[in-house]
Nanobody, 122 residues
Framework: DVQLVESGGGSVQAGGSLRLSCDAS????????MTWFRQAPGNEREGVAA?????TYYADSVKGRFTIDQANANTVYLQMDNLNSEDTAMYYC???????????????????WGQGTQVTVS
């Protein structure tokens, strides 16, 4: 079974940086789509960035500030720079088989989710 574990969240001042990690186990398909979502209180869960088969996708709100990268087959990072208060949320790692520029941010299509890591920007 696939398990996802996030780490790296915390509190930071506006303009600062954080690096989130998602460690996956049980992933056997090379065409896996690893995605970061976030959910602020009162808001829906939204896609932030995705990595699949060497391709990356980003939400407009984070382009130029966030970078998603894959350290190895089982670890995906989210480097977050120039953070602002609107980035405050619980961040979740999610996985599914295959995604595209049209589908990567569709929450209901993801089969596996981590427990989340809190990011607070003040």
């Amino acid at each position: 079974d696939v398990q996802l574990v996030e780490s790296g969240g915390g509190s930071v001042q506006a303009g600062g940086s954080l690096r989130l990690s998602c460690d996956a186990s049980g992933v056997t398909d090379r065409n896996v789509c690893m995605t970061w979502f976030r959910q602020a209180p009162g808001n829906e869960r939204e896609g932030v960035a995705a990595f699949t088969f060497g391709l990356t996708y980003y939400a407009d709100s984070v382009k130029g500030r966030f970078t998603i990268d894959q350290a190895n087959a089982n670890t995906v990072y989210l480097q977050m720079d120039n953070l602002n208060s609107e980035d405050t949320a619980m961040y979740y790692c999610a996985a599914r088989i295959a995604c595209s520029s049209d589908t990567w941010s569709i929450r209901r299509r993801y089969d596996y989710w981590g427990q989340g890591t809190q990011v607070t920007v003040s």
